[in-house]
């Protein structure tokens, strides 16, 4: 199965957030650094309506599932556990494909890792995602910074799972890395 989108950190907004994007047609590949947490995402799709979502056991299997150029949402906890995370996924990954850290990350965190990223033509984007484990379930406020040509990219996706209000979704370009 080739997945349109990967959500790498299992935790209640990582589980959340893949169940929205899957609940909304997206086919989500799941990993995290605990096989259970892997397990438990699986089975809340399958009870869910047999949602489209995939679980890995390795970084290597994780991002051998997705589609090129491949989407990877990060969920883990901010500071050293991001730079952890995308070290261990980054070694997999190919010139254009995006990495997007939708964890509550200090700014000066957020262009420093976009900057090392750049070297390996990477894209790097922070998103903030707010309204709690509630919203990342059923439609938060996402706020992406970053390349706008990585933007473009995720644009389908995250306009259909952001939450939606009279005048579209809440979301958009907000701009460049940092932002």
Request: aromatic share 6%; hydrophobic share 35%; glycine share 12%.
């Amino acid at each position: 199965m080739s997945c349109d989108i990967g959500l790498y950190g299992l935790a209640v907004m990582g589980q959340n957030f893949a169940l929205n994007m899957a609940s909304h047609g997206f086919k989500v590949c799941v990993g995290n650094r605990s096989p259970a947490k892997v397990d438990l995402t699986v089975q809340r799709a399958k009870d869910e309506g047999d949602l489209p979502i995939v679980g890995t056991k390795s970084p290597e299997e994780f991002v051998a599932q997705l589609s090129k150029p491949r989407k990877i949402v990060i969920l883990v906890m901010a500071g050293k556990p991001v730079d952890e995370t995308i070290a261990m996924l980054s070694q997999y990954l190919e010139e254009g494909d995006v990495i997007i850290d939708g964890g509550n990350e200090w700014y000066q965190n957020t262009l420093r890792r976009a900057k090392e990223l750049e070297a390996k033509k990477i894209h790097f984007i922070g998103m903030g995602i707010s309204g709690g484990e509630e919203g990342a379930r059923n439609g938060p406020s996402l706020m992406p910074g970053g390349p706008k040509e990585a933007y473009d990219m995720i644009e389908p996706i995250i306009t259909k799972c952001a939450a939606q209000v009279n005048d579209g979704p809440c979301t958009g370009y907000v701009g460049p890395v940092g932002a």
